[in-house]
């Protein structure tokens, strides 16, 4: 089993910066990638950003300029930097940690955290 713990949540102003954190732990020898995903208001939950653990990184139209994915390889931790938020990015963010078939981008296991809430004031 493995346990995955978001935090860095929080009210920021438009234009502003937050940094969130995804703490995976238990069985994490068998992750092999980390990704975000958020849901807005009203909306189905979607993919913000995905770590591969092979090198490769993507992120949704939407945040690529504005927010950057890295990893803390030997603490299994993910970070997202999110920077010139704006009112849109208000959503519950949450970490999915994970197994990937090899040479795809299926998730073969998953393993979710309970969500950050971030908030952003226009």
């Known amino acids: 089993q493995v346990q995955v713990v978001e935090s860095g949540g929080g009210l920021v102003q438009a234009g502003g910066s937050l940094r969130l954190s995804c703490a995976a732990s238990?069985?994490?020898?068998?992750?092999?990638?980390m990704a975000w995903y958020r849901r807005q208001p009203g909306k189905a939950r979607e993919l913000v950003a995905v770590?591969?653990?092979?090198?490769?990184?993507n992120y949704a139209d939407s945040v690529k300029g504005r927010f950057t994915i890295s990893r803390d390889n030997a603490n299994y931790t993910l970070y997202l930097n999110m920077n010139n938020l704006e009112y849109e990015d208000t959503a519950v963010y949450y970490c999915r940690a994970g197994t990937v078939i090899l040479g795809t981008t299926l998730w073969e296991s998953t393993y979710w955290g309970q969500g950050t809430q971030v908030t952003v004031s226009s």
């Open positions: 238990g069985s994490t020898a068998r992750i092999t990638a």
């Open positions: 770590d591969f653990f092979g090198g490769r990184t």
